[in-house]
């Protein structure tokens, strides 16, 4: 089945220590997306890629960083890992025009 | 920017009851979206509907886009309808804002 597969499923990460998040797809979606989501909240886009061109949302920390080598592949590098980037974070794609939107299972990101 | 809002925030149903969850945006869009996270976080598409009537079983969504609002209908509930129901509207390319959410609970 077709699908958007994120790994590794929980991360736990030291303050401060880099750490790199991982995002697949097996859609051939143009459109790759990375959501910051914490407890009761709704999923916040943090940046996305519309093929190879990066678009960043005004107000995500330089902390974050994105990475598509390739259709299939999206990454998410935090810098510097702080306290408060603690929360789940969700992969997603859709078509150019938006459609067939899907997302991963998620990667639970904990900072000690 | 696009607003999104939802109500109501929380909603407890018995099971077997109907219910209607409301989005309304602020501004125009393009691509409407109902989405539902299960209890475990994972979120579904349930449906694309920019405007006009969808169906899916029990659950069913209306947008009247010159109104600015989409409705999603949920019939005969059952327990595995809980968790938060969210509407997201796309406003400006592939920007894609979400609306708080509803949170359901469906009692046995």
């Known amino acids: 089945d077709a699908m958007v597969i994120q790994n590794p499923r929980y991360q736990v990460t030291q303050f401060g220590k880099p750490v790199t998040l991982s995002c697949s797809q097996t859609?051939?979606?143009?459109?790759m997306y990375w959501y910051q989501q914490k407890s009761s909240q709704a999923p916040k886009l943090l940046f996305h890629y519309y093929d190879k061109d990066f678009n960043n949302e005004a107000d995500t920390p330089d902390n974050f960083q994105s990475r598509r080598p390739n259709t299939s592949f999206c990454f998410l590098d935090i810098r510097s890992p702080g306290l408060g980037d603690a929360a789940m974070y969700l992969c997603a794609t859709s078509s150019r025009q938006g459609i067939g939107y899907t997302f991963g299972s998620g990667t639970r990101l904990t900072v000690v | 920017g696009i607003q999104v809002e939802q109500s109501p925030p929380d909603l407890i149903l018995q099971e077997g009851a109907n219910s209607t969850l409301r989005c309304n945006f602020s501004?125009?869009?393009?691509?409407l979206q109902w989405f539902h996270q299960n209890p475990w976080g994972q979120l579904i598409n349930l449906f694309y509907?920019?405007?006009g009537t969808k169906q899916n079983g029990r659950l069913s969504a209306t947008t009247v886009a010159t109104e600015r609002y989409s409705l999603l209908y949920i019939s005969s509930s059952q327990t595995t309808d809980s968790g938060v129901y969210f509407c997201?509207?796309?406003?400006?390319?592939?920007?894609?804002?979400f609306g708080a959410g509803t949170r359901l609970t469906v009692k046995p």
């Open positions: 509907i920019p405007s």
């Open positions: 997201a509207g796309r406003y400006n390319n592939n920007d894609m804002r």
């Open positions: 859609l051939n979606h143009n459109v």
């Open positions: 501004d125009s869009v393009n691509n």
